[in-house]
């Protein structure tokens, strides 16, 4: 059984950064032709997914994020991280990582095979 842990700050300073792990276990994040993603949710909206990296390393990001938005991993710990720059009231969210078999950048659950159960991050001064 896959299962993914997002861990990190619960709350991080405006223009700061944030970044967060996600840790898999049950299976590799090397395992061929998967995607690792991190999407969150701010209150009282939708899943907004914000990128991904691929079990060979290759990495996507939503367009309007890409420019301080930086996912990368680790395999000898088997986990993978975001980090994301300058970060402003607008990014508190519920944070999830996720894996995939297809590479979608949907905003519905049912796009991902594994969730992580989230995190809370509240940007605020």
């Known amino acids: 059984q896959v299962q993914l842990q997002e861990s990190g700050p619960g709350l991080v300073k405006p223009s700061q950064t944030l970044s967060l792990v996600c840790t898999v276990s049950g299976g590799s994040i090397t395992t061929n032709y998967y995607y690792w993603n991190w999407i969150r949710q701010p209150p009282g909206k939708g899943l907004e997914w914000m990128g991904a990296i691929t079990s060979s390393g290759s990495t996507y990001y939503r367009p309007s994020l890409k420019s301080r938005t930086s996912i990368s991993r680790d395999t000898s710990k088997n986990h993978f991280t975001l980090q994301l720059n300058s970060v402003t009231p607008e990014g508190t969210a519920v944070y999830y990582c996720?894996?995939?078999?297809?590479?979608?950048?949907?905003?519905?659950?049912?796009?991902?095979?594994?969730w992580g159960q989230g995190t809370q991050v509240t940007v605020s001064t």
């Open positions: 996720a894996g995939s078999s297809a590479r979608s950048a949907a905003g519905t659950r049912a796009s991902y095979n594994y």
